[in-house]
């Protein structure tokens, strides 16, 4: 799809950016032969009038085809035919030298075979490496029947003075063969920087991925110590409650829960204590661990409201947590 139109010399710009890039190369060259067949025209007008020879006769209705045939092609580009554009455009400017070596310049006294490796790398751009072979195929097979003709005779070569068209014709075509190659390295250039980009777009990517990664273990691995902390405390509660409900005597079932919670936690020791009468002491009553016995033997007990944690909590009737060891 066609996204946007520049001037009137710009090349249009489309979605698919190799379709641009081959775009640009195309609105380039047809804009040079048309800048060149101009002067071309006016040289022959003006220092031979109108042709009489064959050789003089075939150049001007070729740069004016050429001329013509390049204004037309540029306006298909427009439209956004462009490997259509350049199929016509490749092989009008093939057939050009094409008809002038085997019908009268051969293959040896005649600078038209320069055209060829032009086209060659003109059919390499704009349409990919297998049109570049397919005219490199077909531009040995004219050279070899321009051979063939010559030595049998069939063609005979008139070896013509120079005149002011052999050098501004060559030029024409060392111009488009430095366009050809400046165009090559830009794209060559750019094309390197895009991989570059890609490349370090690509490796910020896997580093977002992997920072993403590192964070989903990790919170699977806390939902995961969350899920079997609970499961544990779940598995505790549901063996207190049967031992609740299969011992009647509440001084072995304090000691057996206390087991079961220190078990289950993995606690070094657990302790239950009662308040009195007068709830001014938390009795200890039971436990588990090494010392809890010895514990509830010597009647250890702690005042309500006193200084350690026991006797904060037992006093205003809340949980505390600390970290001391």
């Known amino acids: 799809m066609l996204a946007r139109n520049g001037g009137l010399l ?14 640009r190369l195309l609105n380039t060259v047809l804009l040079t032969l048309i800048a060149a067949m101009i002067p071309v025209i006016v040289i022959i007008a003006v220092l031979y009038g109108l042709p009489t020879d064959p050789e003089g006769a075939f150049t ?9 045939l390049a204004l037309i092609l540029l306006l298909l580009t427009r439209r956004g035919h462009v490997r259509l554009a350049s199929t016509v455009l490749l092989g009008a400017i093939w057939l050009v030298p094409t008809v002038w070596i085997l019908t009268a310049a051969g293959i040896k006294s005649d600078s038209s075979l320069l055209a060829y490796p032009l086209i060659i790398a003109l059919a390499g751009l704009l349409l990919g490496g297998r049109t570049a ?13 321009a051979y063939f003709l010559e030595a049998t005779g069939l063609l005979v070569v008139h070896v ?5 068209m052999d050098p ?16 090559a390295i830009k794209s060559m250039v750019e094309a390197i920087h895009r991989a570059q980009e890609n490349e370090l ?3 910020q990517a896997n580093q977002e991925l992997k920072a993403l990664r590192d964070s ?27 031992a609740v409900t299969s011992i009647l005597d509440a001084e072995p079932l304090m000691w057996q829960t206390a087991k079961l919670i220190a078990e289950r936690f993995a606690l070094y020791h657990v302790g239950i204590f009662r308040l009195d009468a007068a709830r001014e002491w938390a009795q200890y009553q039971a436990g588990a661990g090494e010392a809890s016995r010895r514990l509830a033997d010597q009647g250890f007990r702690l005042q309500v409201g006193g200084e350690s944690i026991i006797g904060s909590c ?9 970290q001391d060891r």
Not at 12 to 22: G, N, S
Not at 314 to 319: E, G, K, L, S
């Open 10 to 23: 710009a090349p249009p710009v489309f979605e698919d950016q190799e379709k641009t890039r081959r775009t």
């Open 60 to 68: 001007l209705v070729t740069v004016i085809i050429v001329a013509t």
């Open 133 to 145: 072979i397919f005219a490199t195929l077909l531009s040995a097979l004219v050279v070899l029947v």
């Open 160 to 164: 013509e003075p120079l005149s002011i």
């Open 168 to 183: 501004v014709l060559a030029i024409v075509q060392l111009v488009l063969t430095g366009l050809l190659l400046r165009y």
């Open 201 to 203: 777009a690509q490796i």
């Open 216 to 242: 989903l273990e990790l919170r699977v691995a806390d939902r995961t110590r969350d899920l079997e902390l609970r499961a544990v405390q779940l598995q505790a509660a549901t063996e207190v409650g049967r």
């Open 314 to 322: 037992t006093a205003h009737a809340q949980v505390r947590v600390t």
